[in-house]
């Protein structure tokens, strides 16, 4: 953050879940969202980050955006294979609110 200031920067950490730096902002984390058993990891990075990108673009804040990249991801990696397990956009909007009427 400090050497190149960006305004974002989004970490992905597996099962640990996600941090989330706006600039001053303090980090926030985020722990890992389970929708389905994990079959294969390969992609959930390049899952995650699109989706992502593809929600802040949209307008959500950021702090929303990765909450659902989480989601997306997280349904992702309950698939084999990189071009396998991702939803459109009624899928996901269907599984996000599954998600989060379970969120405490």
């Known amino acids: 953050m400090q050497l190149y200031s960006p ?3 989004v970490i992905g950490q597996g099962e640990g879940g ?3 730096l706006e600039q001053n902002s303090q980090s926030i984390h985020f722990p890992a969202i389970k929708t389905r058993p994990v079959v294969s990891t390969i992609g ?3 899952a995650l980050f699109a ?3 593809n929600f802040y673009v949209k307008g959500f804040p ?3 955006a990765l909450k659902r990249a989480m989601v997306f991801a997280s349904w992702k990696i ?3 294979g990189a071009a396998q397990g991702f939803l459109n956009a009624q899928e996901f909007e269907q599984v996000y609110s ?5 969120a405490k």
């Open 7 to 9: 305004r974002i920067i």
């Open 18 to 20: 996600a941090m989330l």
């Open 44 to 46: 959930a990075g390049d």
């Open 51 to 53: 989706s992502f990108l």
């Open 62 to 64: 950021a702090q929303e």
């Open 78 to 80: 309950g698939t084999r």
């Open 98 to 102: 599954q998600v989060e009427g379970t």
